[in-house]
């Protein structure tokens, strides 16, 4: 079969010339797959099997994996590698893809969303704790796990003075409703839980149309990275990475 796909992580350590891949697909989701003397850069199917590779791959189903018979790049984020902080949340982001997009089904949203947020992060059209929020919980909420924040859960009050958001629960409180909570509680202005809002309510084209302060698009990426965290109960070695370096 033929298929459009984006290469999230490629293993070199299998033959002499051979590359192992791991895809999200448009047609089949999370893939892993093989591609023959890929390795060797005169190989036909060397750039379009490389990891941030958009590519068309034609496929052959083999026994544990795929066969990558035929690759033609259609998009190659290689500018990403440039800039160490830039690489550091596209690998981020791929492993995220890894964990929650489907395998061997349809995953057209995931593809799309990534490809949004690399060309984004390449062209330096939006900032990128931006593309990192919007990409984490428009991500997590197509995997299953969208955020309450419509109003407070336990009152039912739109807006207050003062809002809080619960990771683990994954919903937000006002602050009369919050003084039983200890801990883990995260503090919302108004401008951020418009924000966080609208990445999660709003229409896929749209998800990344608002603006912010650097100052709040920093407070943003916060509390989407404390959602996926919470809720998947695990870290990432690359996110940790990306928060050492990033400014």
């Not at 070199?12 to 999200?24: K, Q």
């Not at 034609?58 to 035929?70: A, C, E, F, W």
């Not at 709003?202 to 698009?217: I, L, P, T, V």
């Amino acid at each position: 079969m033929i298929t459009d796909a984006l290469i999230i992580r490629e293993n070199n350590n299998i033959g002499e010339a051979d590359r192992f891949v791991t895809a999200l697909t448009r047609d089949l989701g999370i893939i892993r797959a093989s591609a023959k003397g890929a390795r060797n850069i005169k190989n036909s199917n060397s750039a379009a099997t490389q990891l941030l590779s958009y590519s068309r791959l034609s496929l052959h189903k083999g026994r544990d994996k795929y066969i990558v018979q035929d690759a033609k790049p259609i998009t190659v984020f290689f500018d990403l590698r440039d800039d160490i902080e830039k690489l550091a949340l596209a690998q981020y982001f791929c492993e995220l893809a890894g964990v929650l997009a489907p395998q061997e089904e349809p995953a057209e949203d995931f593809l799309r969303l990534m490809l949004n947020s690399l060309h984004f992060l390449a062209e330096n059209r939006r900032n990128p704790k931006q593309i990192k929020a919007v990409l984490e919980l428009r991500m997590i909420c197509m995997a299953g796990f969208m955020p309450d924040l419509v109003a407070c859960s336990s009152c039912g009050v739109f807006e207050s003075e003062k809002m809080f958001f619960l990771p683990r629960e994954g919903c937000i409180v006002c602050e009369k409703c919050s003084a039983g909570q200890q801990w883990g509680k995260m503090p919302m202005t108004p401008d951020l839980l418009a924000a966080m809002r609208h990445i999660v309510y709003s229409e896929f084209d749209k998800c990344f149309s608002f603006k912010m302060s650097d100052a709040g698009f920093a407070s943003l990426s916060k509390c989407s990275e404390s959602f996926i965290l919470a809720q998947l109960d695990r870290g990432f070695k690359t996110l940790d990475f990306y928060n050492t370096i990033s400014k």
